[in-house]
């Protein structure tokens, strides 16, 4: 599989995220696909998702699927 460029990815944080910066950013420009990543490793790997599994997945973070 080719490299994903995601040079043109505009990322951002949570405004609740604490500046330790112990979060993840998103990036929802890039054309069908939901860039996730680690905001202490910028530079490091992305996870990739289509819309539909993104939206899926707001809504399990919403509904509580995934409280410990």
């Known amino acids: 599989m080719d490299q994903l460029?995601?040079?043109d990815?505009?990322?951002r944080k949570s405004?609740?995220?604490?500046?330790t910066g112990q979060c993840v950013e998103v990036a929802t420009n890039l054309p069908?696909?939901?860039a996730v990543r680690d905001s202490?490793?910028?530079?490091?790997?992305?996870l990739i998702f289509t819309p539909?599994?993104?939206?899926?997945f707001l809504h399990g973070?919403?509904?509580?699927e995934?409280?410990?």
């Open 5 to 7: 460029n995601l040079d």
């Open 9 to 11: 990815a505009q990322w």
């Open 15 to 19: 405004s609740a995220s604490a500046d």
């Open 32 to 34: 069908g696909i939901i």
């Open 40 to 46: 202490k490793n910028p530079q490091g790997p992305a």
């Open 52 to 56: 539909e599994e993104w939206k899926a």
């Open 61 to 64: 973070a919403n509904q509580g």
């Open 66 to 68: 995934f409280a410990i």
